[in-house]
Structures are given as C-alpha cells and as structure tokens.
C-alpha cells in the first residue's frame, strides 16, 4: 500500500497543531519541488491583502464593504471602538437570554417552558446553524431528546415542507420559539416562511410576536416589523458580516445556545485558529497550505471538483456548508482587474464510509478531475465498544475504510487531503470552520477574485420578481374578463407581450393546477390551445 | 426573458405524457439542427440492446449476470418461468407480511404492534429506501407521526452515529422491527450495524431474532444466520438486481409498504414508464431524449457535473439517490471494447429555491463545466394555501424561483433541462425512478460502458480489510511484548512491514486515541517518536 519513501514523504507533508487539536496531510498532493518557493511571493502578497482585510480596508470593493467575520471572536482586532462594543454586548445579550430561556426566566406568551425553537432563514442564515445542531448536538437526560431545545428548521419556500415541519411541531406550538433570521431583513424564502409560521400561530390563538425573536441588521424592514409588533427580542448583524461566513455572529451562536452548545469554546476555537493561520510561515499556517493545495490542484491540474468525504455522521452537512462557503465565495465571472476568468470550484460529498456504496466507484474509475477532502475525528466519542470482531470495533471500520479509500485513490493516481480533528466539540468546530473561512479567503486571494459579494444570484431573483408581476397582471386580466377563455398565446397577445409566451403558458397551468387561484380550462385540442379562464 | 422563437422552441422540445403525469423540457439545450437524425443509427443499436438485455441476455459480461430490475414490475417479461414466479410470490409475501404487521397480526416478542422500523443498510441497500420514505411520507392520525411505521436508518460503521439512532430508539425498542439488507450478505458496514443493534437488543433483555428480518439473496451468509437464529421472516432478492436499481425489488417494496405508501401503485407508475421508454421513436420517449441531451452535453460539451435542483423539499435526497445510480453505472475506466475511457459523469444538488442561496452563484458565473436539471411538482399538495402576498402564495414563489433560475442560466448560456412531475405520489415516484434508471441504461449503451458493474469499490475494501489485518498483528505483537515501547517506525520493522510504516502510525495512533484497545503511549521528542504499548 505504501513504501518507505512515502513514509518520508507523508511526515514531510503532514501538518499537526496539538492545541488546535488539528492536522493536514498534504502528502497525497503530487506538487513539484520548489513549489513552495515557486508562490512565495503572490502568497505574501496575498497574506498581506489578508492583514489589512482584518484591519478594516474595503475589501468588497463593489458594495464598498468592509469585511469582518474575523472580528466577531477577536472584538479588539475591530477597526473603531463601536465596532468592537457592540460585538461584545451582543455575545453578552446571547448569553443572557440564552440563559434566561433555559432557566425558564424567560417563558411563553402561555407560561411555557420554550422546548423547541423552530428557525426560519436559508443559505447562510441556514446553513451554519444546521450544521452546528447536527454535528455538535448533545445528548439530553431522556433519550432521544438533545439538551436544551430541540432545533426545527424551515429553509424554503415549499408550502409542502413548511407543512411537515409545522405539522411536527404541532403539540409543542406553546412552547416554541421561532427565530427569524434575514441579514438584510427582506429574503422572500425567509419573509414567506415567517408570514406562513405567523398565520398557523395567529390561527391557533398563539401570540407569534411574543415567542418570536429576529436576527437581522439593524433598522432593516425585519427589524421594523420586529420592534412594531414587539417581538421578544432583536439580536444584530453587521453589513461586514457576510451571510456564509456569519457562523461566529448571532446567527450561530444564538442556537447553538439554545441546544447547550459551548459557544464560547467554539469562538475560542475560531479564534486560536485565526491566530495559527495569520502566521507568514506557510509550513506553519494550515489555511495557507490548504490554499496552496487548492491553488496547485485547481489552477495547474485543472482539478474543479472538490469532493467532501467526513468519515462521521454527525459531519454530514458539512458538505452543505462548504458548497455555499465555497462556490458562493469563487465562482466569478471576473476577477479583481476586471477580466472575465469564470473562476470556481464545486463542492459535493456526504459521508464516509457511507458514499464508498455510492460514488467512490467514479472517483476512482471514472474522470480524474476532482480531489478528495477526507475528514476524519480521530477519537469515538463512545465509551463502551461494542467488538464486532475479535480486536475490531466499528469505529475501527470506520478508520479503515478510510484509509483504503485514501490508498486505492493514491493507487489509482487521484489526489487526496486528509483533515484531522482530534475530537468533534464545540472548539474543534470552531476550528474547522474558521479553518475554512481563511482558506477561502487566502484561495481567493491568490486567484484574486473577490470572495465576498455574490453578483450573480440577483439576476435569478429578478426573474422571480418578473414572474410574479406577470402572475399578477395575469389574474387581474382574467378577473376583469371573467368568463372570457383565453390561450397562453393569445393571453400574451393581450397583454402586449408575445415575447413571454412561454412564461405566461407556465403560469396558467401553475395557476390552474393550484385551485386556490380559481382559474378553471377548457381542453384545447393539443397542449397548448388549452383556454383558461376565471 | 424569452422571445416568440423560444415560444416556437419551448413547443418543439416539450415532451409531455399525461397517462404518467410527466414533462420534460430540453428547449435549453442548444443541441444543433439534424442532432437526432446524426444519432439515429447509434440510438437504433442501443435501443436493440435495451430490447435483448430485457430479454434475459447477459448484460454484464465481466460477472456474467442478467440484467432483470425491469421485470420487478412486469414479472411477464421475465426470461423463465421461476423467475416470474418468484417475483410474484415475493411481492405477495411483501403485502402479506406488511398487513399482518400493520394489523397487528404480526406482533414482537414482548407482545407489541411494531409502531418504528429500524432499516440497516448502505449504498443501495439504503438510498432507495431513503428516498422514498422522505418523498412519500403519509401524514399520520397524530401530528407530527407519519402513517404507518415511522422510519429510522442505519447506513454506515461510525459507532457515534449509531448511538445517536438507537438513543432515538431507546424507548421503543419493543415495537421496532429491524429490517436488515444487503445483496450479498456480507457487506461490513451492514454487518457491523446488525452486530451492534443485537447487542444493544440483548443488552435489554430483547429477543432480537424475534423481531428482526433480512432482505438479501437466498443461500448468503446473512440469509444462513436469519435461518439458523429463526430472524422473524426473510425476503429475497436476486443477483440480476443491481443495487442501485433495486428499489423496486423487497429492498424499496418492504419498508415502503410499512409506511403505508402504495406499492401496487409505485409498481404500476415504474411498468408504465417502462412501456413508454422502451419506445424507438425518440421524441416520444423520455428516456431517450434526456440519454441524448445528456450524450450532447457531456459527449460533445464537456459538461460533466450534472447539477439537480429539485424544487421540493420531500425530494432533496433525489440527488443522492441519483448521484449513486448515475455515478456507479457510468464512472468506469475502460468501455465494453476494452479501451481506457474514464467515463463519468458527476451528480450533485440538494433543493431549490435553497440552493439558490447557496452555490447558484457559481453556476450563474463561474465555470460552465455542468448542466442543471430542474425538477418540479406542479401541484403543492397543501388544500388551504396562505396568501403571503396580494394573489400570491409560496408555492407560487417555488415556482417564480424556478422559473427565474431557469431564465438565469439561459440568459448566462447555462445548460438546462427540466422535468416536471404533475404531483408527487406513489404512481409518480414509480414513474420517476424508471425514468433514471431507463435513461442512464440508455446513456451507457451510447457511450458502451458496462452500467452494471462497480470493479472500482474493490480497491478500497481491500485497503480496509489490510487495514484490519494490520492491526490485529500490531495488537497480538503488542500484547506478547507486554510493557514494551515502540515507535511505529521500530513496530513496522520487527514485523517486517517497513513498507507500512505510515499506516503503522496511524494505527497506533487511532488505537491509543480510542482507549478500550489499552494501548499507552510514551510521548517522544517529536510526534513521530512517540513509542506505543499494552
């Protein structure tokens, strides 16, 4: 499986830091001698560009915005006092209303104990959170229930998935507590589920404000609405907190609290690995070995896909949170000079040993164009083994298959970095995550794309919009006429916009097939001469 | 958005069915005029092989296997009359054994009706069954409860996620059947899983053979253990069932009719795609036309991520599912004349508008390595919508989603293709899957490549079984030297392994970290020195 030479190169190539209780074994990277030499001057660059990010230049120059994730576990590194005094008091708000609704200080509107919180927000207002409740969750006094609340989760704007989740939560309304959670306070997924969750409550005689908090920037139109009905409480984020990188603001650590999660460990862990991986020393500074990697295996091997193996359930979602972290952070049309590169780098995977039964099958046969990101947690958090053979547990599968997966991707000539964590807590998830955030941002970096705004998601809102304006025009037309039947193409004639033909016979069949909009058909003789009416 | 020749484009390239309740829109494909006719001859010849490979032929020369998932649901087809018969008997055992158990009929050893099943299975043994629970889940009597059994996975060796299953579990022991699947009878993971819910049953003082069943191929060693312990019923499947096709064999049909989902229909919505995607007149087959947009797009664009968005949040683990169908049939090396190809084709995507929020950002400007297939439900299943806006509910907002994503990329000169279910119900799932699994057997047979094979997964259990071995060698040797200290580099020399010393050290290091196996360790000067003992 290996050869001596290997075992030199492998402690050549593996990064440890006991404190963070993380490593990297970069020795499956097949980078020239002298690479290092070869991109030490765009890495000092770039690691330059990163010291005067973290002190507050404009580092989103597009939207003028300063970048500042760093300064949420490190408030003295903020550029003004406010800054950094507003994102002490708000950790402290955290604590003491987490405190308060875990000691019942706090209750319901009715008296009740919060047992759940059900969270309302997508993308990066999502993510983290999901990701922190899967993979730190702590197991509570009765079996079957974590510690503290329980942690439901609307992320879209699916009335069939808000059903479900609502209809979980059904027995437990009284003692829930919603947490909306909109950065700029107008995400219409978000607005859409709160105006949903709102409704139910109302309709059931709940006071939805008085369990409801909001997480959001200050004087947004959620914040309004929010201090209008008096909701419980408000808790802030900043225009220099990105969505995918707000895991460390009020956005994470508000339920991470709420489910006994330790977040000052975990800020701690973000912190102490801000610190290792600000280092100039490149063998010293994991972040920046990473991006070295990335940098080699993307941009000179023209490896685009990325794929995330964590050989641990609870690490499923990571996944999930990287894909955003990362594609949303590199794919751009143009880098910083302005010229068009179409930059990025995808991001899939479940869990291990689990996807060897799926898709390991094309890594290792299949089209070489990808790298593998396997995440091990060296340590079982059982205690009581169970052997399933003489001398082997599953957890020692777990590690084997791992290394054989590692073994067959190297025999077969395809990459791999392997990640270490010593344990899974609320530290080394600090860690991780952070590690992450600054190698995105040191990859970026070297490519020179700017990793902190996101252009292109407008374009798809926009058609939303457009679609339901003309879903509106649409049914005002029919109402006027009512009783008139009308064919997409004639439709669109009327209203003056052949050239949306094709929106307006989608439109009609959705409007047609969901009753509530009363629009009733008359058969065509094909698709579509189909004739609709109200 | 779209111009009157997108009208006459969009009508050309809409194939629809309503006997199966199924659309597919491939007018974003910039395919060029006379692309069917230039594929016509090598469609024609593998349509022919689709019809011989039905038929009974070996499909699968390197394991000289049939082909047979089609004749799960059209037992007729089947090439003799055993086969025919023991399909059909299976399905009826399968309605028997799922009524006598909802009924009451069937109950545990302690007297209980069943009212959870624990399923422990991995790859194809699991997504299928995955996918269908969550798509199809029944809205129960009591909120919060699905009908019928509620559902619970066990799909890898990780012994953290394996508590955190039967810590959910812990009070319902009693009235959980354990339903235990693997084709061959001998995949680990499974086997592990299986060893430790038995203990954990007896540890309880339950008779876990009493409760449990197996779903494997008659004679394997699972099927040998189910007999001799007298497990609570037995289930076959056969080795011309693949597993990733396997869902409409007892591996889907068992666990879908315990939660009350209609099997015949599930059944009938797979046969009846089947009678129409066996058609050779491409434009009247789905199967074929998406074979061919993806032959264009892969073949003659090099868009090898294949991205799918799902508008529907019961039909996020699709890409899973599909990831392991697409990616296990088509990543191979060599294709059927022997020649080194590296096929492949990578799957990817959660749900939209979710993902809009996440990576869409890249797809919109980064690389344009990928296509996305959107997939939609038309019909929200919820009665009493809520109006979030004036005329405007968040179904409609879905599909605004949709639709302004697809404008999106097309305006990008992003591939797209979608398919649309009429709803979301048994019949359609049936229809859904028969199409995945019709288009990629169609797709292989363009690009011939074996898509019934995975010779790749091999590797890497090897590479796990030596892991395996290895330790148990570095435990005996360990445990004779009482009290002695080594390094790994000194352990892998005394046994003669000097080649192995990376996998020592590691070894050694996952055994002292998980300390049942009670190896110590003596700190060295530096993180390589250190010397292990019992």
């Known amino acids: 499986m290996s050869n001596s030479n290997n075992w030199e190169r492998y402690k050549n190539c593996l990064y440890t830091n006991e404190t963070l209780g993380l490593a990297l074994d970069y020795s499956q990277i097949a980078f020239p001698e002298g690479y290092f030499q070869e991109m030490a001057s765009l890495m000092a660059e770039t690691m330059q560009m990163m010291e005067e990010l973290e002190k507050g230049t404009i580092a989103n120059p597009d939207e003028k915005r300063m970048v500042g994730h760093y300064w949420l576990r490190e408030a003295t590194l903020a550029p003004n006092k406010e800054i950094e005094a507003e994102i002490r008091q708000t950790i402290e708000k955290i604590q003491e209303f987490g405190q308060a609704v875990k000691s019942g200080k706090i209750l319901s509107p009715t008296g009740e104990r919060f047992s759940r919180f059900l969270l309302i927000g997508i993308g990066g207002s999502a993510l983290g959170p999901q990701l922190i409740s899967d993979a730190l969750m702590i197991k509570g006094k009765e079996p079957g229930k974590s510690a503290g609340l329980q942690a439901y989760f609307l992320d879209n704007t699916d009335p069939d998935g808000i059903d479900r989740v609502l209809d979980q939560l059904a027995d437990y309304l009284a003692e829930t507590l919603v947490i909306v959670i909109s950065k700029s306070g107008g995400t219409i997924e978000t607005r859409n589920g709160m105006l949903e969750v709102q409704s139910y409550f109302t309709a059931r005689g709940l006071d939805f404000a008085g369990q409801t908090v909001a997480i959001t920037t200050k004087g947004s139109k959620l914040d309004l609405q929010a201090e209008k009905e008096k909701w419980l409480a408000r808790f802030y984020i900043w225009d220099w907190v990105g969505g995918r990188t707000s895991v460390t603001s009020a956005v994470g650590l508000l339920p991470a609290i709420l489910q006994e999660i330790e977040i000052m460990a975990f800020l701690q862990g973000a912190r102490d690995c801000d610190v290792v991986t600000r280092s100039a020393k490149i063998r010293e ?32 979602l990571l996944s999930r949170y990287l894909q955003q972290l990362v594609m949303e952070s590199l794919g751009k049309e143009k880098n910083l000079e302005d010229k068009i590169v179409h930059e990025g780098l995808t991001v899939f995977g479940n869990k291990g040993s689990t996807d060897q039964h799926a898709y390991v099958q094309q890594l290792l046969d299949g089209t070489n164009d990808f790298y593998a990101l396997l995440v091990e947690v060296k340590q079982d958090q059982r205690a009581h083994p169970v052997f399933v053979e003489k001398d082997v547990t599953s957890g020692d599968y777990l590690k084997a298959f791992l290394e054989g997966t590692r073994a067959a991707l190297s025999r077969k000539g395809r990459a791999s970095l392997t990640l270490s964590l010593q344990e899974l807590t609320s530290y080394t998830m600090g860690v991780l995550l952070a590690l992450f955030e600054r190698t995105v941002s040191i990859y970026a970096g070297l490519i020179k794309v700017n990793a902190y705004h996101q252009p292109g998601v407008e ?19 029919l109402r006027e006429r009512k009783g008139a039947a009308y064919t997409a193409e004639k439709l669109a004639e009327e209203l003056g916009q052949p050239e949306e033909t094709e929106l307006i016979f989608k439109l009609l069949e959705h409007l047609y097939l969901n009753k509530y909009h009363k629009v009733k058909k008359e058969k065509g003789q094909d698709l579509f001469s189909g004739k609709y009416f109200i």
């Open 285 to 316: 500074n994991p972040a920046a070995l990473m991006a070295l990697m990335w940098y080699f295996l993307v941009q000179k091997e023209s490896k685009r896909n990325m794929v995330i193996l964590p050989y641990r359930d609870s690490l499923q």
């Open 459 to 477: 374009l798809g809102k926009k058609g939303a919009n457009h679609y339901i304006a003309l879903q509106r025009q649409v049914l005002e037309f």
